[in-house]
């Protein structure tokens, strides 16, 4: 038997003729407005003809392309189609002909990043029933490339752990962390709910890897990092961007799903703020380039915002690792991160996990979060709220020893026990004591707070700053919709005499700005 080691050598060496690794049976393509790219490899020189054809055998388009040498490689872009199928794609060389078969189109997801976007249906909650419901999803096509790394940009996949496959409860549950993400294919089914056409999610994703190794040089390069550490394995700078995700640079996608993080609470954390904006944007440029310009540039990015691991970790770096998550701005997307949505998951700690606390098997709501963004910001539908509540202002009442923040939307008060907020009074330039500032009142928008001992000077503000904010859905604030109030630090500024800002009666106007603990040497 030919392992896909061999078939791929033999492809590249021209001595086969057909499709690249990633296109297969079942599988979906990218529908309108964009062209979906088909690429594969032949004889250099010689001419592909690539066919697809709908029922009863029906031409639907016809295109030509001619092998490249030395790479052997063939690509053309299919003229825009609309979501549906099945169809046949056919590409022949001279008398070769490859075909395949029960081809859709909708959108393509990509999904990445480390051992929760990892951990498969098999491991979540209500495994079972989940497993039993992949019947009700034809049109939900999944694939999964192998963990692989290489010290060299590759064209095409080494292997392949799925190929295209139609969901059923062994290839959604085939093992731990294996395949198939559990988040990528809720993330799929909830969306698929919402708009009712074939949707297709490629899976490449490695446990225990930081954010490093998913990046190319040039956006290490971006961030001051090239060269810059002694890591091996999966762990080494460029080798997942090098075996798991150039190859798939032609794949015309919709958008990108993300859950990674973990790693980077020990490595390079407080250079999160710089990384991630980078691979975001590099990845862009990439998947544009790659796909002849059939990848928007601005490619739709999700991604979830780190959860837990321990009770009472006593370090930050978890806390620090979420607020580097938004490029410090506390919210996306935001201009440093534009097109971009985020899933607050610091609320769906999982203690007993039997994979480990930093493994929580609410993948459900996660999925349920990242699918309300991914609406919003990917489809532009509008009354999607897919934010929770954050902070547009704050009056300091100095002689009640109150401040008053108010926050962009309606606030539900679920845990009136919990001290979630802290405020820093110290004078500079002495780093930060943090004090807890207990909830009085919550009113419509409006959260007072006590500033107990803390005198009429407040330089900053954080909430929720903790490995392990709050309990299972038990953090202190959220919206109406169920959505919890993400974590941030913030600067607090005397507004003083602001021009065309008048002061609150009794209270003094604090300007809040997106908070560096640089810059106060905390």
Excluded at 88 to 94: E, S
Excluded at 256 to 272: I, K, M, P, R, S
Excluded at 384 to 394: E, H, K, L, S
Excluded at 400 to 405: F, H, S
């Amino acid at each position: 038997s030919v392992s896909p080691e061999d078939v791929c050598a033999l492809l590249i060496l021209g001595a086969m003729f057909g499709f690249a690794s990633y296109y297969g049976d079942h599988m979906v393509l990218q529908k309108e407005p964009a062209g979906a790219v088909v690429w594969g490899y032949g004889e250099p020189g010689a001419a592909v003809t690539v066919v697809l054809s709908g029922a009863g055998g029906l031409v639907v388009m016809k295109k030509t392309a001619q092998v490249k040498g030395p790479s052997g490689t063939w690509t053309t872009v299919l003229d825009p189609m609309d979501q549906g199928g099945p169809y046949a794609l056919t590409a022949g060389q001279g008398s070769e002909n490859v075909t395949l078969r029960d081809v859709y189109f909708g959108d393509v997801w990509l999904c990445s990043g480390q051992s929760n976007m990892a951990m498969t249906v098999l491991q979540i909650a209500n495994a079972s029933q989940e497993l039993a419901a992949a019947a009700r999803y034809p049109y939900v096509r999944i694939f999964a490339a192998a963990p692989a790394r290489s010290n060299v940009e590759l064209d095409d996949l080494e292997r392949i752990d799925l190929p295209w496959s139609i969901p059923t409860a062994e290839n959604l549950g085939h093992g731990n962390f294996t395949y198939f993400s559990a988040v990528c294919w809720l993330l799929g089914r909830y969306l698929y709910e919402a708009l009712r056409y074939p949707l297709g999610l490629v899976e490449a994703a490695w446990g225990g890897t930081p954010i490093e190794a998913w990046s190319s040089p040039r956006a290490l390069r971006a961030c001051g990092l090239l060269g810059d550490q002694q890591l091996s394995g999966p762990q080494t700078p460029s080798v997942l961007w090098n075996a798991m995700i150039h190859p798939l640079l032609n794949m015309t996608l919709r958008g990108v799903a993300w859950y990674q993080g973990e790693a980077n609470t020990f490595l390079h954390t407080d250079q999160y703020n710089c990384t991630f904006p980078a691979l975001i944007a590099d990845w862009r440029q990439a998947f544009h380039a790659g796909s002849v310009g059939q990848t928007e540039l601005l490619l739709p990015f999700g991604f979830v915002q780190l959860s837990t691991y321990r009770q009472q970790g006593p370090a930050d770096s978890f806390a620090r690792l979420r607020w580097h998550q938004t490029a410090d701005l506390g919210v996306v997307p935001n201009a440093r991160m534009p097109g971009t949505f985020m899933a607050v998951a610091m609320d769906l700690g999982d203690e007993r996990s039997p994979y480990g606390s930093v493994h929580p098997r609410d993948k459900q709501n996660v999925a349920h979060r990242l699918q309300l963004g991914a609406r919003a910001v990917a489809y532009g539908e509008k009354n999607v709220i897919f934010q929770g509540p954050y902070p547009t202002r704050a009056v300091l009442e100095v002689t009640r020893g109150l401040l008053n923040i108010t926050y962009s939307q309606e606030l539900v008060w679920r845990r009136r026990d919990m001290r979630a907020f802290e405020v820093c009074c110290s004078s500079p330039p002495s780093p930060c004591g943090w004090l807890p500032a207990p909830v009085v009142a919550v009113e419509s928008r409006r959260v007072t707070l006590a500033l107990a001992g803390c005198g009429g000077l407040v330089l900053a503000l954080r909430y929720a700053w903790a490995e392990w904010p709050c309990d299972y859905q038990s953090c202190v604030l959220y919206n109406s919709w169920g959505l919890p109030a993400p974590p941030f630090l913030l600067d607090a500024l005397d507004a003083g005499e602001t021009p065309g800002r008048s002061q609150p009666a009794g209270g003094r106007e604090m300007l809040l700005l997106p908070g560096s603990w640089f810059s106060r040497g905390i």
